[in-house]
DNA sequence: ATGGCGGTGGAGCACCGA
């Protein structure tokens, strides 16, 4: 069972990049962030021409998440529990049911949080909690899950190419740290750091002053496994070569396999 | 680095991202 996550900075921008990508890594499950688009513009007939069924739950101009899956989606849960007056869509979770067995899967996309010591930054903060909340239900469930997407965070300064540079942003200020470190705690494994301790592993590289070239990276999108799918982790990767391709997202796909039960 | 880049909405340039 081959799950990714991918922040695609627009899916109808990069609807060619996605069909290319599906075709080459035939990831089983694809967990996308920023669709920035509602459900309608979605472009669901090219992907499902791929084999996949889709779940979306999208947002006009900002934010928008989606599953995509080979095999049947079930129990789709569109926004995060917690706060009935959140408005925006940042979260969605279903239930996929392959022939060797169900696995949870959530697509989440956290907020940033810039710049800090606003009203931005206290919204990260919530949204933080009640996912916490969240995901210790999930594991009350004894379930192979997994939580996938854009985390908006760098966790310790060896995600980060020049640690120093992020010391006043959001994604590693030592609350948004903690936060992510807690929701771990609860009984989570990190896919990409349960596979290598190397440096220089990043999985986002900003458009401006040549950040890419440059490889001023960071890692801050992640798949956080429960106990019944981290028993099953084979391996964890990183497509960095997509972000080469011309007119890339910021991110690249992140892709853990789970071996069969 | 004084967001230098890219996407959206909507037809300017403000807002957002990380």
Request: glycine share 6%.
């Given at each position: 069972?081959?799950?990714?996550?991918?922040?695609?900075?627009?899916?109808?921008q990069?609807?060619?990049?996605?069909a290319?990508?599906?075709?080459?890594?035939?990831?089983?499950?694809?967990?996308?962030?920023?669709?920035?688009?509602?459900?309608?513009?979605?472009?669901?007939?090219?992907?499902e021409?791929?084999?996949?069924?889709?779940?979306?739950?999208?947002?006009?101009?900002?934010?928008?998440?989606?599953?995509?899956?080979?095999?049947?989606?079930?129990?789709?849960?569109?926004?995060?529990?917690?706060?009935?007056?959140?408005?925006?869509?940042?979260?969605?979770e279903?239930?996929?049911e392959?022939?060797?067995?169900?696995?949870?899967?959530?697509?989440?996309?956290?907020p940033?949080?810039?710049?800090?010591?606003?009203?931005?930054?206290?919204?990260?903060?919530?949204?933080?909690?009640?996912?916490?909340?969240?995901?210790?239900d999930l594991?009350?469930?004894?379930?192979?899950?997994?939580?996938?997407?854009?985390?908006?965070?760098?966790?310790?300064?060896?995600?980060?190419?020049?640690?120093?540079?992020?010391?006043?942003?959001?994604?590693?200020?030592?609350?948004?740290r903690?936060?992510f470190r807690r929701?771990?705690?609860?009984?989570?494994?990190e896919?990409?750091r349960?596979?290598?301790?190397?440096?220089?592993?990043?999985?986002?590289?900003?458009?401006?002053?040549g950040?890419?070239?440059?490889?001023?990276?960071?890692r801050?999108?992640?798949l956080?496994?429960?106990?019944?799918?981290?028993d099953?982790?084979?391996?964890?990767s990183?497509?960095?070569?997509?972000?080469?391709?011309e007119?890339?997202?910021?991110?690249v796909?992140?892709?853990?396999?789970?071996?069969?039960r």
């Amino acid at each position: 069972m081959r799950i990714a996550t991918w922040n695609v900075n627009s899916v109808r921008q990069r609807a060619d990049h996605l069909a290319t990508w599906l075709k080459e890594r035939a990831p089983d499950v694809v967990c996308l962030q920023e669709l920035k688009c509602v459900d309608e513009a979605f472009p669901a007939e090219a992907i499902e021409a791929l084999g996949y069924n889709v779940a979306v739950h999208g947002q006009k101009t900002f934010n928008g998440v989606a599953i995509l899956s080979k095999h049947p989606l079930s129990d789709v849960r569109r926004g995060l529990p917690g706060d009935d007056d959140d408005q925006q869509a940042r979260y969605i979770e279903a239930l996929v049911e392959a022939p060797s067995g169900a696995t949870r899967v959530a697509s989440i996309y956290l907020p940033n949080g810039n710049p800090i010591g606003t009203e931005k930054f206290a919204y990260k903060l919530a949204w933080m909690e009640r996912l916490i909340a969240h995901a210790r239900d999930l594991l009350a469930l004894e379930e192979a899950t997994v939580l996938a997407g854009d985390y908006n965070v760098i966790p310790e300064p060896r995600d980060a190419r020049n640690p120093a540079l992020w010391v006043d942003d959001a994604l590693f200020q030592p609350e948004s740290r903690g936060a992510f470190r807690r929701l771990c705690a609860l009984g989570y494994t990190e896919a990409v750091r349960a596979t290598t301790d190397a440096d220089g592993v990043y999985t986002f590289w900003d458009y401006q002053a040549g950040a890419w070239q440059k490889n001023n990276g960071i890692r801050i999108d992640h798949l956080l496994l429960s106990p019944q799918a981290a028993d099953r982790l084979a391996s964890a990767s990183i497509d960095k070569h997509v972000r080469a391709w011309e007119k890339s997202s910021d991110h690249v796909p992140v892709i853990v396999d789970l071996s069969d039960r």
